[in-house]
T-cell receptor, first 112, second 116 residues
Framework: DADVTQTPRNRITKTGKRIMLECSQT?????MYWYRQDPGLGLRLIYY???????NKGEISDGYSVSRQAQAKFSLSLESAIPNQTALYFC???????????FGPGTRLTVL | AQSVTQLDSQVPVFEEAPVELRCNYS??????LFWYVQYPNQGLQLLLK??????LVKGINGFEAEFNKSQTSFHLRKPSVHISDTAEYFC??????????????FGTGTQLKVEL
């Protein structure tokens, strides 16, 4: 079984819809992250969480919210999706030392 | 804030030829640097990392990188590439955030295309 899983893997939705992307991990890491990847822009950090009670905004948090339901689960929500949120979304985890981040397989989101 | 620059968005190379993917970072007192690889339709996987010590770092799949403090660079190299090395490569730097934690800042990526 994969250590970091993301659901769904692909999603097509319409403008204005609310959508949730889920991330689960079995690595026992405290820290979890959500990134989006756009061609030519690399990965940009949306939100990160250092433990269940600690949530922090990244560089592009507008239009997104997150929930850390448990150590192993970190969900990303788009309250009202818009077309420029079409992207590949990655969840990642790391131990406290942050010597390595472990990435999920990604969710490809298309907003029409 | 730290930043990472990958000047080459695409690098085409023939199989068995050497390759260098360039990465420059913004100056800081101390840096932790990483290279990640993303194969088509997959997530990112750690290739190698520089934390301290020897400036030549060896990673998986025959890749290596050299930390050069005076040039603020961390270029990735492989002496002989294979078709299976076709992927996108990301350089990243660790930076501290408020509250004592850390996060990674990624470059924009370099697409390596290996041709026969």
């Amino acid at each position: 079984d994969a250590d970091v899983t993301q659901t769904p893997r692909n999603r097509i939705t319409k403008t204005g819809k609310r959508i949730m992307l889920e991330c689960s991990q079995t690595k026992g890491h405290d820290r979890m992250y959500w990134y989006r990847q756009d061609p030519g822009l690399g990965l940009r950090l949306i939100y990160y969480s250092f433990d269940v009670k600690d949530i922090n905004k990244g560089e592009i948090s507008d239009g997104y919210s997150v929930s850390r339901q448990a150590q192993a689960k970190f969900s990303l929500s788009l309250e009202s999706a818009i077309p420029n949120q079409t992207a590949l979304y990655f969840c990642a985890t790391s131990p406290r030392s942050l010597n390595t981040q472990y990435f999920g397989p990604g969710t490809r989101l298309t907003v029409l | 804030a730290q930043s990472v620059t990958q000047l080459d968005s695409q690098v085409p190379v023939f199989e068995e030829a050497p390759v260098e993917l360039r990465c420059n970072y913004s100056s800081s007192v101390s840096v932790y640097l990483f290279w990640y690889v993303q194969y088509p339709n997959q997530g990112l996987q750690l290739l190698l990392k520089y934390l301290s010590g020897s400036t030549l770092v060896k990673g998986i799949n025959g890749f290596e990188a050299e930390f050069n403090k005076s040039q603020t660079s961390f270029h990735l190299r492989k002496p002989s590439v294979h078709i299976s090395d076709t992927a996108e490569y990301f350089c990243a730097v660790r930076e501290r955030v408020t509250g004592g934690g850390n996060k990674l800042t990624f470059g924009t990526g370099t697409q390596l295309k290996v041709e026969l």
